[in-house]
């Protein structure tokens, strides 16, 4: 459980954007029943397709977001600490369009979803930080788009 974690994994928790300006009584009440895991190389964190039990925060190692049609797989996201993953997927409790999958030895924390949506429902500074970071995602991903368009 995170509660007994190092006092440094709530200091990554801090650098992801939609948790730095979270005081700490509304940072305890999210990662409340949050559990660290030590997730070794090339295992499977989430399958495209299902539904989120999670929220993810990579907090060491590297993590490979995939998607898979037919034959046809590629590579959409390879994520670095610190960052959390599946926000949106998270919010809209629609299942995942992409895998993860380790790429070496890493710490995930998982949040339980349910706990993640009812704090957000309630708390407004989580739900605009919330909506912030996922603007921002989208405005990259767009540019991204366009650079491969234009």
Known sequence: MLQDAPQ?????????????????ALLGRLVGDAIAD???????VFEQGTRPEFLFVLLRGMVALTSRKGDNSTT????????QFQLATVLL????????????PS???????????RIIESEPALAMAAARYMSTQYRRVVGEVLDLKL
């Not at 994994?9 to 979270?22: G, H, R, S, T, V």
């Open 76 to 83: 959409i996201d390879i994520l670095k600490p610190v960052s």
């Open 8 to 24: 440094t994994e709530m200091q990554f928790l801090k650098a992801i954007p939609a948790f730095a300006d979270l005081d700490g």
């Open 38 to 44: 030590e997730v070794p190389a090339e295992r499977v």
């Open 107 to 117: 710490r995930i924390l998982r949040m339980r979803s349910t706990r993640v949506r």
């Open 93 to 104: 409790d629609a299942p995942y369009l992409v895998s993860a999958q380790t790429l070496q």
